[in-house]
Protein backbone atom coordinates (compact mmCIF):
# COMPACT_ATOMS: atom_id res chain seq x y z
CA UNK A 1 0.00 0.00 0.00
CA UNK A 2 1.38 3.10 -1.06
CA UNK A 3 1.46 5.96 0.84
CA UNK A 4 2.35 10.11 2.01
CA UNK A 5 4.68 11.55 4.35
CA UNK A 6 4.31 15.41 4.41
CA UNK A 7 7.43 16.82 6.68
CA UNK A 8 6.27 20.42 7.80
CA UNK A 9 8.73 22.78 9.31
CA UNK A 10 7.29 25.84 11.13
CA UNK A 11 8.07 28.81 13.49
CA UNK A 12 7.16 27.23 16.05
CA UNK A 13 7.95 22.91 15.86
CA UNK A 14 7.54 20.26 13.53
CA UNK A 15 4.83 18.50 12.14
CA UNK A 16 4.47 14.85 9.98
CA UNK A 17 1.40 14.54 8.19
CA UNK A 18 0.56 10.82 6.70
CA UNK A 19 -1.73 9.52 4.11
CA UNK A 20 -2.44 6.75 2.30
CA UNK A 21 -2.02 7.02 -1.90
CA UNK A 22 -5.19 8.09 -2.07
CA UNK A 23 -4.32 11.56 -0.14
CA UNK A 24 -7.31 12.14 1.26
CA UNK A 25 -8.03 11.18 5.06
CA UNK A 26 -4.90 12.54 6.98
CA UNK A 27 -2.92 12.53 10.55
CA UNK A 28 -1.01 14.76 11.98
CA UNK A 29 1.28 14.34 14.30
CA UNK A 30 3.25 17.01 16.33
CA UNK A 31 4.13 19.65 17.22
CA UNK A 32 8.18 17.89 17.74
CA UNK A 33 10.06 20.34 19.00
CA UNK A 34 7.87 22.65 20.25
CA UNK A 35 8.73 26.57 20.69
CA UNK A 36 11.56 25.78 17.90
CA UNK A 37 11.75 27.49 14.25
CA UNK A 38 12.20 23.94 12.15
CA UNK A 39 13.95 25.75 9.47
CA UNK A 40 13.89 22.32 7.37
CA UNK A 41 13.09 18.34 7.71
CA UNK A 42 14.32 15.71 4.73
CA UNK A 43 14.20 12.41 4.40
CA UNK A 44 17.44 10.33 2.88
CA UNK A 45 16.01 8.80 -0.56
CA UNK A 46 18.51 5.80 0.27
CA UNK A 47 16.52 4.94 3.67
CA UNK A 48 13.17 6.73 4.10
CA UNK A 49 13.25 6.36 8.10
CA UNK A 50 15.85 8.04 8.47
CA UNK A 51 14.91 12.16 8.65
CA UNK A 52 16.70 15.08 9.58
CA UNK A 53 15.51 18.30 11.02
CA UNK A 54 17.31 21.69 11.13
CA UNK A 55 16.01 23.15 14.69
CA UNK A 56 16.63 26.39 15.55
CA UNK A 57 16.88 29.67 17.75
CA UNK A 58 17.48 33.15 18.42
CA UNK A 59 17.89 32.65 21.82
CA UNK A 60 19.95 28.80 21.78
CA UNK A 61 21.66 28.60 18.26
CA UNK A 62 21.46 25.60 15.69
CA UNK A 63 20.50 22.44 16.84
CA UNK A 64 20.74 19.35 13.79
CA UNK A 65 18.11 16.56 14.70
CA UNK A 66 17.51 12.98 13.28
CA UNK A 67 15.23 10.31 13.19
CA UNK A 68 15.39 6.68 11.95
CA UNK A 69 11.63 5.57 12.24
CA UNK A 70 10.02 7.88 10.11
CA UNK A 71 9.82 11.01 12.43
CA UNK A 72 8.54 9.18 15.34
CA UNK A 73 11.35 9.56 17.88
CA UNK A 74 14.04 12.04 17.47
CA UNK A 75 17.94 12.25 18.61
CA UNK A 76 20.54 14.89 18.33
CA UNK A 77 23.01 12.56 16.51
CA UNK A 78 26.38 13.78 18.70
CA UNK A 79 27.68 12.32 21.92
CA UNK A 80 25.02 10.87 24.02
CA UNK A 81 24.81 11.74 27.64
CA UNK A 82 27.05 10.09 30.08
CA UNK A 83 29.73 9.86 27.07
CA UNK A 84 32.42 11.49 27.11
CA UNK A 85 32.81 14.33 25.20
CA UNK A 86 36.41 14.57 24.98
CA UNK A 87 38.59 11.45 23.10
CA UNK A 88 41.07 10.08 25.51
CA UNK A 89 43.98 12.27 23.96
CA UNK A 90 41.34 15.33 24.40
CA UNK A 91 40.13 15.81 21.37
CA UNK A 92 36.42 16.93 21.70
CA UNK A 93 34.23 14.43 20.41
CA UNK A 94 31.19 14.49 17.28
CA UNK A 95 29.28 17.65 18.41
CA UNK A 96 26.38 17.68 16.02
CA UNK A 97 25.35 21.20 16.17
CA UNK A 98 28.70 22.70 15.87
CA UNK A 99 29.47 24.58 12.40
CA UNK A 100 32.27 26.39 11.86
CA UNK A 101 33.84 28.07 8.76
CA UNK A 102 37.08 26.21 7.11
CA UNK A 103 39.09 29.00 7.56
CA UNK A 104 42.65 26.73 7.43
CA UNK A 105 45.20 27.16 5.05
CA UNK A 106 45.34 23.81 4.17
CA UNK A 107 41.85 24.27 2.31
CA UNK A 108 44.21 26.73 0.06
CA UNK A 109 41.19 29.65 0.08
CA UNK A 110 40.56 30.56 3.45
CA UNK A 111 38.05 33.54 3.79
CA UNK A 112 36.69 35.30 6.63
CA UNK A 113 34.78 38.03 5.13
CA UNK A 114 31.81 39.47 2.67
CA UNK A 115 30.51 42.35 1.72
CA UNK A 116 28.20 43.87 4.10
CA UNK A 117 25.01 45.87 3.38
CA UNK A 118 26.80 49.26 3.67
CA UNK A 119 30.10 48.28 1.18
CA UNK A 120 32.56 47.08 3.49
CA UNK A 121 33.64 44.07 3.93
CA UNK A 122 32.08 42.17 6.80
CA UNK A 123 33.08 38.77 8.83
CA UNK A 124 31.44 35.78 8.05
CA UNK A 125 29.07 34.62 11.30
CA UNK A 126 26.98 31.13 11.37
CA UNK A 127 23.59 32.11 12.32
CA UNK A 128 21.65 28.64 11.32
CA UNK A 129 20.77 25.93 8.78
CA UNK A 130 18.41 26.78 6.59
CA UNK A 131 17.66 23.42 4.32
CA UNK A 132 19.25 20.09 4.76
CA UNK A 133 19.95 17.89 1.69
CA UNK A 134 20.13 14.41 2.13
CA UNK A 135 22.70 12.31 -0.38
CA UNK A 136 20.90 10.70 -2.54
CA UNK A 137 23.02 7.13 -1.77
CA UNK A 138 24.11 7.45 1.46
CA UNK A 139 21.53 8.10 4.53
CA UNK A 140 24.28 9.23 6.87
CA UNK A 141 25.69 12.17 4.39
CA UNK A 142 23.66 15.04 4.38
CA UNK A 143 24.23 18.43 3.12
CA UNK A 144 23.57 21.55 5.00
CA UNK A 145 22.92 24.99 3.50
CA UNK A 146 23.71 27.57 6.09
CA UNK A 147 23.33 31.31 7.09
CA UNK A 148 25.98 33.11 6.41
CA UNK A 149 25.96 31.32 2.68
CA UNK A 150 28.23 28.33 2.82
CA UNK A 151 27.85 24.02 2.27
CA UNK A 152 28.47 22.31 4.99
CA UNK A 153 28.53 18.39 4.58
CA UNK A 154 28.18 15.14 7.13
CA UNK A 155 29.06 11.66 6.07
CA UNK A 156 28.51 10.39 9.52
CA UNK A 157 24.66 10.81 9.95
CA UNK A 158 24.88 14.03 11.69
CA UNK A 159 27.31 13.43 14.55
CA UNK A 160 29.77 16.14 12.52
CA UNK A 161 29.96 18.67 9.87
CA UNK A 162 32.92 20.00 7.73
CA UNK A 163 32.49 22.77 5.42
CA UNK A 164 33.02 22.29 1.66
CA UNK A 165 34.97 25.60 1.86
CA UNK A 166 35.64 25.94 -1.97
CA UNK A 167 32.58 27.24 -2.76
CA UNK A 168 32.93 30.53 -0.48
CA UNK A 169 36.70 30.44 -2.08
CA UNK A 170 36.12 30.06 -5.08
CA UNK A 171 36.81 33.83 -6.02
CA UNK A 172 33.31 35.68 -5.85
CA UNK A 173 32.39 35.16 -2.03
CA UNK A 174 33.77 38.57 -1.10
CA UNK A 175 31.21 40.20 -3.18
CA UNK A 176 28.52 38.07 -1.70
CA UNK A 177 26.13 40.43 0.18
CA UNK A 178 23.21 40.06 2.45
CA UNK A 179 19.05 40.65 1.53
CA UNK A 180 16.80 41.37 3.76
CA UNK A 181 16.62 37.73 4.61
CA UNK A 182 19.90 37.53 5.58
CA UNK A 183 22.71 36.14 3.62
CA UNK A 184 21.83 32.40 3.07
CA UNK A 185 22.65 29.07 1.13
CA UNK A 186 18.70 28.05 1.17
CA UNK A 187 19.00 25.49 -2.23
CA UNK A 188 20.71 22.61 -2.84
CA UNK A 189 19.88 20.45 -5.90
CA UNK A 190 21.81 17.26 -6.21
CA UNK A 191 22.29 15.42 -9.82
CA UNK A 192 20.94 12.07 -9.56
CA UNK A 193 22.75 11.14 -12.45
CA UNK A 194 25.74 12.37 -11.11
CA UNK A 195 26.53 12.68 -8.04
CA UNK A 196 29.36 15.02 -8.85
CA UNK A 197 27.56 17.64 -9.72
CA UNK A 198 25.69 19.66 -7.68
CA UNK A 199 23.55 22.78 -7.50
CA UNK A 200 23.17 25.79 -5.02
CA UNK A 201 22.10 28.99 -4.50
CA UNK A 202 22.35 31.70 -2.16
CA UNK A 203 20.67 35.09 -1.46
CA UNK A 204 21.96 37.14 -2.58
CA UNK A 205 24.64 35.85 -4.78
CA UNK A 206 23.22 33.30 -7.17
CA UNK A 207 23.42 29.67 -8.19
CA UNK A 208 26.25 28.00 -8.59
CA UNK A 209 27.61 24.64 -9.77
CA UNK A 210 29.99 21.94 -9.01
CA UNK A 211 31.09 19.23 -11.18
CA UNK A 212 33.33 17.27 -9.16
CA UNK A 213 31.92 17.09 -5.94
CA UNK A 214 32.42 20.12 -4.76
CA UNK A 215 35.92 20.64 -4.58
CA UNK A 216 35.35 23.76 -7.42
CA UNK A 217 32.13 25.96 -8.22
CA UNK A 218 31.18 28.13 -11.42
CA UNK A 219 28.70 31.45 -10.76
CA UNK A 220 26.10 30.29 -13.28
CA UNK A 221 24.03 33.07 -13.28
CA UNK A 222 24.57 34.12 -17.01
CA UNK A 223 21.17 35.36 -18.70
CA UNK A 224 19.98 36.87 -15.33
CA UNK A 225 18.58 39.93 -15.18
CA UNK A 226 18.38 42.39 -11.62
CA UNK A 227 17.11 45.92 -11.80
CA UNK A 228 18.02 45.72 -8.20
CA UNK A 229 21.36 45.72 -8.48
CA UNK A 230 23.76 48.21 -9.63
CA UNK A 231 25.24 46.14 -12.56
CA UNK A 232 21.86 44.05 -13.28
CA UNK A 233 23.78 41.14 -15.88
CA UNK A 234 26.45 40.91 -13.06
CA UNK A 235 28.10 37.70 -12.15
CA UNK A 236 26.73 37.46 -8.87
CA UNK A 237 24.80 39.36 -6.76
CA UNK A 238 21.32 38.13 -7.71
CA UNK A 239 19.01 37.03 -5.18
CA UNK A 240 17.57 33.54 -6.29
CA UNK A 241 14.67 32.16 -4.72
CA UNK A 242 14.35 28.70 -5.42
CA UNK A 243 15.88 25.86 -7.98
CA UNK A 244 14.00 23.18 -9.26
CA UNK A 245 14.98 20.34 -11.24
CA UNK A 246 13.31 16.89 -12.95
CA UNK A 247 15.61 14.17 -11.48
CA UNK A 248 15.32 12.52 -15.19
CA UNK A 249 16.68 15.51 -17.04
CA UNK A 250 19.29 16.86 -14.32
CA UNK A 251 20.11 19.70 -17.20
CA UNK A 252 16.79 21.75 -17.18
CA UNK A 253 16.32 24.06 -14.15
CA UNK A 254 13.98 26.28 -13.58
CA UNK A 255 14.34 29.01 -11.19
CA UNK A 256 12.25 31.76 -9.06
CA UNK A 257 14.57 34.87 -8.51
CA UNK A 258 13.03 37.74 -6.64
CA UNK A 259 11.41 38.83 -9.89
CA UNK A 260 11.61 36.50 -12.54
CA UNK A 261 10.65 32.83 -13.42
CA UNK A 262 13.33 31.09 -15.55
CA UNK A 263 15.01 28.05 -16.81
CA UNK A 264 18.13 26.96 -18.48
CA UNK A 265 18.61 23.71 -20.73
CA UNK A 266 22.13 23.83 -20.32
CA UNK A 267 22.51 23.02 -16.18
CA UNK A 268 22.75 26.92 -15.76
CA UNK A 269 25.66 28.02 -18.84
CA UNK A 270 22.90 30.17 -19.76
CA UNK A 271 19.30 31.24 -18.26
CA UNK A 272 16.45 32.51 -20.59
CA UNK A 273 12.98 34.60 -18.68
CA UNK A 274 9.78 31.77 -18.89
CA UNK A 275 7.36 34.22 -17.02
CA UNK A 276 5.29 34.89 -19.48
CA UNK A 277 1.89 35.54 -18.66
CA UNK A 278 1.89 35.25 -15.22
CA UNK A 279 0.32 38.14 -13.21
CA UNK A 280 3.50 39.16 -11.50
CA UNK A 281 6.46 37.21 -11.80
CA UNK A 282 7.75 37.85 -8.01
CA UNK A 283 7.43 34.89 -5.65
CA UNK A 284 9.30 32.08 -3.87
CA UNK A 285 8.37 28.33 -5.04
CA UNK A 286 9.01 26.51 -7.85
CA UNK A 287 8.21 23.06 -8.28
CA UNK A 288 8.43 20.33 -11.10
CA UNK A 289 5.77 17.13 -11.64
CA UNK A 290 7.13 14.33 -10.89
CA UNK A 291 6.49 12.61 -14.21
CA UNK A 292 5.69 15.57 -16.82
CA UNK A 293 9.04 17.38 -16.94
CA UNK A 294 7.97 20.47 -18.94
CA UNK A 295 5.11 20.98 -15.79
CA UNK A 296 6.27 23.48 -13.63
CA UNK A 297 4.73 25.26 -11.23
CA UNK A 298 5.01 28.80 -8.82
CA UNK A 299 3.09 30.89 -6.45
CA UNK A 300 2.95 34.65 -7.52
CA UNK A 301 3.33 36.68 -5.07
CA UNK A 302 2.26 40.39 -5.77
CA UNK A 303 6.09 41.99 -4.69
CA UNK A 304 9.25 42.28 -3.36
CA UNK A 305 7.53 45.14 -0.84
CA UNK A 306 3.88 43.18 -0.58
CA UNK A 307 4.52 39.51 -0.08
CA UNK A 308 1.47 38.01 -0.39
CA UNK A 309 -0.96 37.26 -3.29
CA UNK A 310 -2.23 39.53 -5.91
CA UNK A 311 -6.22 40.39 -5.54
CA UNK A 312 -6.14 38.37 -2.02
CA UNK A 313 -6.39 35.52 -4.33
CA UNK A 314 -4.20 32.69 -3.44
CA UNK A 315 -3.41 30.66 -6.73
CA UNK A 316 -0.88 28.46 -8.11
CA UNK A 317 0.10 28.90 -11.64
CA UNK A 318 1.15 25.45 -13.85
CA UNK A 319 2.95 25.55 -17.13
CA UNK A 320 2.56 22.41 -19.06
CA UNK A 321 5.51 24.47 -21.35
CA UNK A 322 8.03 24.34 -19.32
CA UNK A 323 7.15 28.04 -19.31
CA UNK A 324 5.53 31.53 -20.54
CA UNK A 325 2.18 29.40 -20.99
CA UNK A 326 0.95 29.57 -17.32
CA UNK A 327 -2.74 28.82 -16.04
CA UNK A 328 -3.86 30.01 -12.59
CA UNK A 329 -5.26 26.62 -10.22
CA UNK A 330 -7.98 27.83 -8.22
CA UNK A 331 -10.22 25.43 -7.10
CA UNK A 332 -10.30 24.70 -3.61
CA UNK A 333 -7.87 27.40 -2.74
CA UNK A 334 -9.09 30.96 -0.99
CA UNK A 335 -9.99 33.75 -3.92
CA UNK A 336 -10.28 36.26 -1.74
CA UNK A 337 -9.33 37.90 1.79
CA UNK A 338 -5.82 35.72 1.47
CA UNK A 339 -2.71 37.61 2.61
CA UNK A 340 -0.39 35.15 3.46
CA UNK A 341 2.77 34.16 1.38
CA UNK A 342 4.27 30.65 0.60
CA UNK A 343 7.99 30.35 1.39
CA UNK A 344 10.80 29.24 -0.68
CA UNK A 345 11.17 26.05 0.76
CA UNK A 346 7.64 25.08 1.09
CA UNK A 347 6.73 23.72 -1.48
CA UNK A 348 7.13 19.79 -2.51
CA UNK A 349 5.64 16.86 -5.02
CA UNK A 350 5.24 13.30 -4.63
CA UNK A 351 6.14 10.95 -6.85
CA UNK A 352 2.35 8.82 -7.45
CA UNK A 353 0.13 8.67 -10.14
CA UNK A 354 -1.60 11.11 -10.13
CA UNK A 355 1.41 13.19 -9.05
CA UNK A 356 0.73 14.95 -5.08
CA UNK A 357 1.03 18.81 -5.03
CA UNK A 358 1.96 20.55 -1.39
CA UNK A 359 2.77 23.56 -0.21
CA UNK A 360 2.65 25.12 2.92
CA UNK A 361 2.05 28.93 4.17
CA UNK A 362 3.10 31.43 6.54
CA UNK A 363 -0.75 31.53 7.81
CA UNK A 364 -0.29 27.69 9.12
CA UNK A 365 -2.34 25.86 6.12
CA UNK A 366 -1.04 23.26 4.07
CA UNK A 367 -2.78 22.61 1.00
CA UNK A 368 -2.23 19.34 -1.25
CA UNK A 369 -3.51 18.48 -4.30
CA UNK A 370 -4.10 14.38 -5.46
CA UNK A 371 -4.76 15.48 -9.01
CA UNK A 372 -1.41 17.58 -9.83
CA UNK A 373 -2.59 21.29 -8.79
CA UNK A 374 -6.33 20.66 -10.75
CA UNK A 375 -8.04 20.76 -7.32
CA UNK A 376 -6.76 21.58 -3.45
CA UNK A 377 -7.81 20.76 -0.13
CA UNK A 378 -6.11 21.80 3.54
CA UNK A 379 -4.65 19.18 5.26
CA UNK A 380 -4.34 21.25 8.00
CA UNK A 381 -5.13 24.96 8.70
CA UNK A 382 -3.89 26.44 11.82
CA UNK A 383 -0.61 25.53 11.98
CA UNK A 384 2.32 27.87 13.10
CA UNK A 385 4.02 29.90 9.99
CA UNK A 386 5.10 27.05 7.93
CA UNK A 387 8.61 27.19 6.84
CA UNK A 388 9.41 24.11 4.86
CA UNK A 389 7.31 21.67 3.11
CA UNK A 390 8.42 18.14 1.74
CA UNK A 391 7.08 15.23 0.93
CA UNK A 392 8.14 11.76 0.97
CA UNK A 393 6.45 8.73 -1.69
CA UNK A 394 6.44 5.22 0.60
CA UNK A 395 5.65 1.99 -0.65
CA UNK B 1 27.38 19.93 43.91
CA UNK B 2 26.55 23.10 41.95
CA UNK B 3 22.83 23.33 40.91
CA UNK B 4 22.10 24.99 37.59
CA UNK B 5 18.62 25.65 36.83
CA UNK B 6 18.03 25.51 32.73
CA UNK B 7 15.08 27.73 30.57
CA UNK B 8 12.38 25.80 29.48
CA UNK B 9 13.74 25.05 25.99
CA UNK B 10 16.80 23.50 27.51
CA UNK B 11 15.31 21.22 30.10
CA UNK B 12 13.37 20.07 26.91
CA UNK B 13 16.32 19.69 25.11
CA UNK B 14 18.15 17.28 27.98
CA UNK B 15 14.78 15.72 28.99
CA UNK B 16 15.59 17.10 32.84
CA UNK B 17 13.91 18.94 35.04
CA UNK B 18 13.92 23.20 35.69
CA UNK B 19 17.15 22.10 38.04
CA UNK B 20 20.44 20.15 37.56
CA UNK B 21 23.09 18.87 39.86
CA UNK B 22 26.62 18.99 38.60
CA UNK B 23 30.07 18.31 39.84
CA UNK B 24 32.62 20.87 38.96
CA UNK B 25 36.63 19.93 39.73
CA UNK B 26 38.71 22.66 40.62
CA UNK B 27 37.55 26.11 41.06
CA UNK B 28 34.30 27.27 40.48
CA UNK B 29 33.99 30.03 37.59
CA UNK B 30 30.67 30.35 34.99
CA UNK B 31 33.45 28.52 32.50
CA UNK B 32 33.97 25.45 34.49
CA UNK B 33 30.22 25.80 35.30
CA UNK B 34 29.05 25.35 31.75
CA UNK B 35 31.90 23.24 31.20
CA UNK B 36 30.55 20.69 33.46
CA UNK B 37 26.75 21.12 32.13
CA UNK B 38 28.24 20.77 29.03
CA UNK B 39 30.42 17.21 29.51
CA UNK B 40 27.02 15.96 31.75
CA UNK B 41 24.58 17.03 29.16
CA UNK B 42 26.09 16.81 25.31
CA UNK B 43 23.18 17.56 23.28
CA UNK B 44 23.44 21.43 25.07
CA UNK B 45 26.84 22.11 23.77
CA UNK B 46 26.60 25.50 22.19
CA UNK B 47 23.26 26.56 22.83
CA UNK B 48 24.71 28.74 25.89
CA UNK B 49 27.88 29.80 24.48
CA UNK B 50 28.39 30.26 21.21
CA UNK B 51 30.33 27.41 19.71
CA UNK B 52 32.74 29.82 17.97
CA UNK B 53 33.77 32.70 20.38
CA UNK B 54 32.50 30.37 23.47
CA UNK B 55 31.06 33.74 24.61
CA UNK B 56 27.46 33.88 26.50
CA UNK B 57 24.52 33.63 24.04
CA UNK B 58 23.25 37.35 24.03
CA UNK B 59 19.53 36.50 24.64
CA UNK B 60 20.80 34.11 27.73
CA UNK B 61 21.61 35.61 31.47
CA UNK B 62 23.62 34.34 34.33
CA UNK B 63 22.05 35.21 37.96
CA UNK B 64 23.28 33.78 41.29
CA UNK B 65 22.19 35.18 45.12
CA UNK B 66 19.88 38.02 43.27
CA UNK B 67 22.84 39.08 41.11
CA UNK B 68 23.18 39.67 37.21
CA UNK B 69 26.40 37.74 36.46
CA UNK B 70 26.21 37.97 32.66
CA UNK B 71 28.44 40.47 32.02
CA UNK B 72 31.41 38.98 34.27
CA UNK B 73 34.09 37.30 32.57
CA UNK B 74 34.07 33.63 32.53
CA UNK B 75 36.54 32.64 34.57
CA UNK B 76 34.67 34.80 37.37
CA UNK B 77 34.54 32.30 40.41
CA UNK B 78 30.97 32.15 41.46
CA UNK B 79 29.74 32.78 45.28
CA UNK B 80 30.49 30.47 47.96
CA UNK B 81 26.37 29.90 48.02
CA UNK B 82 26.62 28.76 44.88
CA UNK B 83 29.23 26.59 45.78
CA UNK B 84 27.79 25.39 48.74
CA UNK B 85 24.67 24.14 46.81
CA UNK B 86 22.55 27.18 48.86
CA UNK B 87 21.94 29.00 46.09
CA UNK B 88 21.33 27.63 42.29
CA UNK B 89 23.33 28.88 39.51
CA UNK B 90 20.26 30.27 37.41
CA UNK B 91 20.39 30.98 33.48
CA UNK B 92 17.42 32.72 32.39
CA UNK B 93 16.38 33.22 28.54
CA UNK B 94 15.65 37.06 27.81
CA UNK B 95 11.63 37.51 27.28
CA UNK B 96 12.19 39.09 24.17
CA UNK B 97 8.60 40.33 22.10
CA UNK B 98 6.26 42.34 23.07
Given amino acids: ?395 | MIRVTLPYHLRTLARVGEEVTLTVGGPVTLNAVLDALEARYPMLAGTVRDHNTQQRRPFLRFFACGEDLSLEALDYQLPEEVISGAEPFMIIGAIAGG
Fill in chain 1, 1 to 395: MSGVRVLVGSRKGAFVLTADGKRQNWNVAGPYFAGWEIYHMKGSPADPNRLYASQTSGWFGQIIQRSSDGGKTWEQPGTQPGEPTTTPDGMPKAESNKFVYDTSPKSGKPLTTHQWYDGTQHPWEFKRVWHLEPSIKDPDTVYAGVEDAALFRTTDGGKSWHELASLRGHGTGPQWMPGAGGMGLHTIVLDRKNENRMFVAISAAGAFRTDDGGKNWKAINQGLRSQYIPDPTAEVGHCVHRIAMHPSRPDVLFMQKHWDVMRTDNAGELWKEVSGNLPTDFGFVVDVHSHEQETIYVVPIKSDGEHFPPDGKLRVYRSKTGGNEWEPLTKGLPQQNCYVNVLRDAMAVDSLDKCGIYFGTTGGQVYASADAGDSWAPIVRDLPAVLSVEVQTLS
